[in-house]
């Protein structure tokens, strides 16, 4: 499995953002996904995710009022939308593939990863 994230890019605080993350196979459409940060300096993070039928959502604490998660099976695709970003917000974004197809928070439980995209907000 591949997993390749874009979107991100230099917003300024209360923009929005939406990554994108594309899948090379369907093995994924039985597998939980997530979304992953790591700021510099930093240790990587728990965003967000989704369970394979994308009937469950999981969200950090922080992303709860303002990320949505989401995927679309059929194309293979997972998506964040961020809205009212803050310069807190600034990090490598990294989406993955869970073992299971209930997602954890936990980095160690996801098996395939992508290779990250830069979101950099500024105040």
């Known amino acids: 499995v591949q997993l390749q994230a874009s979107g991100g890019g230099l917003v300024q605080a209360g923009d929005s953002l939406r990554l994108s993350c594309a899948a090379s196979?369907?093995?994924?459409?039985?597998?939980?996904l997530g979304w992953f940060r790591q700021a510099p300096g930093q240790e990587r993070e728990f965003v967000a995710a989704?369970?394979?039928?994308?009937?469950?959502?999981y969200y950090a604490d922080f992303a709860k009022a303002r990320f949505t998660i989401s995927r679309d099976n059929r194309q293979n695709m997972l998506y964040l939308q961020m809205n009212n970003l803050k310069p807190e917000d600034t990090a490598v974004y990294y989406c993955?593939?869970?073992?299971?197809?209930?997602?954890?928070?936990?980095?160690?439980?996801?098996?395939?990863w992508g290779q990250g995209t830069q979101v950099t907000v500024s105040s």
């Open positions: 993955a593939s869970a073992r299971a197809a209930i997602p954890s928070r936990q980095a160690a439980d996801y098996n395939y």
């Open positions: 196979r369907r093995t994924t459409s039985n597998n939980g």
């Open positions: 989704v369970s394979w039928r994308g009937d469950r959502t």
